[in-house]
């Protein structure tokens, strides 16, 4: 049994940079609070209503952990974990995780079993599964890169199966589809509030493209939305307003839904992924590499 870990939360000063006179109404809190300090590379912040928490991974650790907002205590939700990377909520509030080094998309169901979503397509096993989203028709999306195959650090280190790394669609029905074959490390993913779009980073070609997204999830278009300017895009998520919010080597680069960069939230950490929590979605938390941040904002996320 591994005791809950308490952090007393550090605080670091907020730091803005801003591009564009819009985006001056976006602020929070001067101080943004560093919660837990003991991981290796964290990804995938998820929050939980339901428990109150934050879902996290920690991947070279092989474990996945949940702070806990009403006691500020950081524990262990599984290890091993599958190395475990990005996870979301379906609709009904059961937690999907692409688990890396397993190289399949699962599902804890209420009693705490794992359900396989995906591990293969056309019977070759996936690259790793990275990131993932539900639809609003129950399909889930999710990028494999070959991150966790390419070495032993944050998965299994193996051959790849599948000639590429893709954007994959898991049907309601249970079948798995390609639906983007073009990328060379798909990573971060996220829909518009209307689900009109699908944004997609390449972290490799560290670019940030805009997909159309039609009936039964087909996609038209896929332009490069905009480049990064501080390493390459890793996670990203959408508030309110449309304005993305992706993961980046030194913050939260914030866009306006065209594409111009609005501004910077500073991390003093390689920032990989952010969502927004708390009970009205205006709690921003951020991983990156060794710590998890939280700052509560005037703006709130999707949800």
């Known amino acids: 049994m591994i005791e809950p870990r308490l952090e007393l939360a550090a605080p670091v000063p907020t730091h803005w940079e801003r591009y564009d006179p819009t985006f001056a109404k976006v602020d929070g809190d001067e101080w943004m609070e560093r919660i837990f300090t003991a991981g290796r590379w964290l990804e995938g912040p998820t929050y939980v209503p339901a428990w109150r928490s934050l879902v996290f991974s920690d991947i070279p650790n092989d474990r996945v952990l949940r702070w806990d907002e009403t006691t500020g205590r950081v524990g262990i939700f599984r290890a091993p974990a599958g190395f475990a990377n990005g996870h979301t909520l379906d609709r009904t509030g059961r937690l999907i995780t692409c688990e890396q080094g397993n190289r399949r998309v699962v599902r804890t169901e209420a009693d705490g079993a794992l359900t396989v979503l995906a591990e293969r397509h056309d019977g070759k096993r996936l690259n790793s599964p990275n990131d993932v989203v539900e639809h609003s028709d129950g399909s889930v999306w999710f990028t494999d890169p070959s991150y966790g195959i390419d070495s032993d650090y944050e998965g299994v280190r193996a051959d790849a199966e599948i000639d590429g790394c893709h954007v994959y669609r898991i049907d309601p029905s249970g079948a798995v589809e390609v639906v983007a074959d073009d990328f060379v490390r798909p990573n971060g993913l996220a829909f518009s509030a209307d689900e ?98 939280t700052l509560r904002l005037n703006v709130n996320g999707v949800r």
Do not use: M, Q
């Not at 070609?205 to 905009?226: C, I, K, M, T």
């Not at 030194?250 to 939230?265: A, I, T």
């Open 196 to 293: 009109s779009h699908l944004y997609v980073a390449d972290t490799r070609e560290r670019h940030l493209r805009v997909f159309d997204v039609g009936r039964s999830g087909r996609l038209s278009g896929g332009g490069v939305l905009a480049e990064c300017t501080a390493g390459s895009f890793d996670g990203l998520r959408l508030d309110t307003e449309g304005r993305i919010w992706a993961a980046t080597h030194d913050g939260v680069h914030v866009f306006h839904p065209g594409g111009e960069l609005l501004g910077k939230l500073c991390v003093p950490e390689v920032v990989s992924n952010v969502c927004f929590g708390g009970p009205r979605r205006n709690h921003l938390f951020v991983t990156a590499t060794s710590a998890l941040y």
